[in-house]
Structures are given as C-alpha cells and as structure tokens.
C-alpha cells in the first residue's frame, strides 16, 4: 500500500510493513469500539464530543495498517486523514457545528478520483495519476464530513468479479482476500472495500457496479450495499467501462449506513424503515440455478423469515430474461469500453488506451483488453471472435429496451415492491489466478447482471455464513427503476429482521 504524506503530489512512499506505536494505537482504541461502530453511530457520537476524529482515523489507519494480508488498501492517507481529522476537531470545538458525516473515515475505490491521491482503477498504467478534484460522488461526502483515509483495490480496471489483481498487494500473496477466510476471494471488482469493511477497519466506502461489483463483494464479505439506478449518481471522475451500464454504489456494515450515504449523494429526505407486512417480493426460478448447499439453505430460511413477518412472496417467470440478458451484457460492456476509456484517459490521464493495455498485469483483464476491447470484438463461435458493433446496435435498439420492459412488467402485473434471490450463487471460491477464469465470471454475475443491462437499483444483504463454509451468504432485492428509496426503506425493515451476521474471527 502506499502511505500518502502531506506532499502527496510530489511523492509517495511504498510500505509493505506494519509499524504502529503501541501506546498511541492502545490510546485511540480506548475510546472506538471498531467491532461494532457504525457511519451513522460515528457521526452522532463526534458531533456529541464523545472522542474525538483524530482518535477515530488513529483507530482506523492502525488496523488497516495490521492487516496488510487482505490487500484491501492501495493507498493509505495517514497523514492527509489525521491532518483533515484534527481540522474537523478543532472547528468543531470552536462552532460545535455538525455534518451528517463528520469526522467520520469511509474509503473510495481505487477508480473513483479524489483529489491529491492516486487514482490507479488498480492498474499499473494509472499508478502515478493523481487528480487535483474530486469525483462528484466523493465531493458530496467529503462535503457531508467525511474523512477519505485512502483508496482500496479491485480487480484491475474493473474488470472481473474475483479481486484477484496480480499489480498491487501489501500482504505475502496476490489478491484482495476475504474476511472471514483469507484463502478465498474478495470478490470484485469493490474488492477492497468489501474486505476492508467486514474486517471492521472501516464502516462504509463508496465503490462502483457495472454488473455485480458493489454486491458480488459485498455478498462474499457479509457487507451491505446499493446499486443504484443508473443516472441517479454523476458517473464523472470514474474509471469507465460502459456508461448504460456504470454506476458508483455505497457499501457499509449497515443498510443504515447505505442509506445514509444515498442520502448524501442524492439528496432527499431521511428514508424510514417500511412495514414488512406492506411489502410483496417476487421469487423467478431461474435465479437458483447452480447454487451450493450452503446458498440454497439459507435463502430458504431467509425467504421463510420473510414470510413469518408478513412478507407476501410470490413466484413469477420472467420468459427469455437469460436470452435477452445475453443480448445486453457483454456486447454493451465490451464495446463501450473502448470510447469510453478513451474519453476518460483523453480528461485526465493523458496517455492512450493502447498504452494503458500494455501495462495490463492481471492476466484475465489483458486478455479481454487486448483479444476483446481494443479490436472491438465479440467472442463468437468455436473460440472465434466478431466484430461488436452488430452486437452493440441490436442490444442498444433492441434487446436492452424489451429487458427494461421486461422488469417493468414482471414489476406491475405481479404488484411487485421487489425480486429477491441469492446475490451469488456460491459462497467465495479460493483466491488463485483460476478465480478470474470466465467459467467463474459467468457464475457468479449469473445473478447480478440482468438488473445491471436493465439499470434498476438492487440492495444486498447478508443473511447468514454457510452451514459448511462459514462464509457469508447474501440476498439481493431489485426494484423497479427509480424506486430506489422504496427499496432502501425495505433494506431499512430486513436490518431489523435479520441483525448483522457474525463478524470474522479476529487473528
């Protein structure tokens, strides 16, 4: 990880090691409870003078700092985070004044721009950029208070679902690693995030989704998230890969926490908790193909748990939704990667796409970039490749419209508030280079990706750890398009129902 000093445009410097003062880190730690702290619960308890934001930011650099096995940092602001966390607490004393997230430490993904560090989208071609403004999403929570204490890693250039980046690591072995068992993958491409906020370093971050990658890492790790509906964030200042498709999403402990950060980025009022018993889910079939044991029993008790509160659930089909998916996901993706990589790096980077791709390091994103994305092609048969543009055209003409008619309809004539499935089909695969293979691509955004093609919003949620794995299980509910709040105050309702789930056993 990088430790960003006060000159952070003008140098950086590499730590692999752990050095925390003992006595300083025994003094910050007196007074946060890390294990249990909440955004929100933070918040309230700096603007009521209970400690202080120093003594927070010292908790949170000193435990990232000892965990540099997760890989889940890439860069480490100790020193901008402590310099803005003693600011906050000097105005604070002097106006009392409070901001929904004061003083309050949170982490940006690695592709989301902050201004004065890095910002890699974890490749090696984007290590030395360092943008001198804020995305709009990051602006709206440092305005809100926040503390940025660093930028986390990801699948490099967000491209895969496993955190297995072979160009950036603090620990011994490649790849961010799960929190609860650290032979098994973060996930992605949010990677960082999502082991950094189930290891109870941090209590929420801001990443980004494209087709599972706020939720897929979330339901590896046992943290909650959003993916909002496409367009109710500014996507400027991120890392793309295909504008129908991006979005940035909030990750945290809590739906609380989730809740709060929409709430900043947004706008609007504070969403309240909906009554379970108002609330109608819809169950599709198709959703359960492949799942493991562990996946299966628990969505069953969840959905019986929903039912035992008063959720009406109901089957529904929703007829060719893999076919039309299939239409939508790669052809959009892959061909829009290329003109909108080329307009980011034309902003800010300043270099070429083709240089970009030359300084691929994970194996899995150089071969899409450089058999796929850059020559503008498809995979076709028989290991063949086609040029994308037929491919985008019909999925932007014809395929990715009759999949939003498709959600809107299963959403209206079934009187739906909701879809709810399992995020993932399986609990977190072991953390190799063959995690990244598409085979597991495929897997695992089974779920994840028709909601992305359509832009509806969809919360995850941890229900469990697997009877046999001990890893986390999540379930994901998608809402109609724009019916963002809704799902939130039902994400709000599942909080009290199913608590959090057990944290990882601490080393």
Known sequence: MRLVSNRLLA?????????????????????VDLDHLTATQAAADLCAGKYKSEALVSAVIARAKARPELNAFITLDEAGALRQARAYDAAHARHGSCKPLGGVPIAIKDNIEVAGLPASAGTPALKGYVPIADAPVA????????????????????FGISGYNTAFKTGAEFGVRNAYDTTKIAGGSSSGNAAAIAARIIPAALGTDTGGSVRIPCAFNGCMSLRPTVGRYPQTGIAPISHTRDTAGPMAGTMTDVALLDRIIAGGSKIEAASLKGVRLGTVAATMANVDDDTKAAFT???????????????VDMPKLAELNGQVGFPVALYEAYDDMV???????????????????SPDVKGTYDGLVIPRKLPGPNNSVVDAKPAYDAAIKTAR?????????????????????????????????????????????QNTDPGSNAGVPGIQFPIALGVTSKLPVGIELDGPSGGDRRLLAIGLALEKLFGRIPPPARL
């Open 401 to 445: 419209p009759a999949l939003q008619q498709l959600y809107r309809e299963t959403f209206a004539n079934n009187h739906l508030d909701a879809i709810v499935f399992p995020t993932v089909p399986k609990v977190a695969t072991t953390a190799n280079p063959d995690a990244s293979s598409v085979p597991n691509f495929v897997l695992y955004i």
């Open 139 to 158: 602006a709206k929570l440092r305005d809100a208070g926040a503390i940025i204490v660093g930028k986390t890693n990801m699948h490099e250039l967000a």
């Open 301 to 315: 008790a969840a959905v019986d748990k929903l039912k035992a509160a008063g959720v009406t659930v109901v089957d």
């Open 11 to 31: 140098t950086t410097i590499v730590c692999a090691g752990v050095t925390v003062g003992v006595a300083g880190h025994a003094r910050a730690q007196s007074a």
């Open 343 to 361: 307009a980011y790096l034309k902003r800010g980077p300043k270099i070429s796409i083709e240089d970009l791709a030359k300084g691929i390091s």
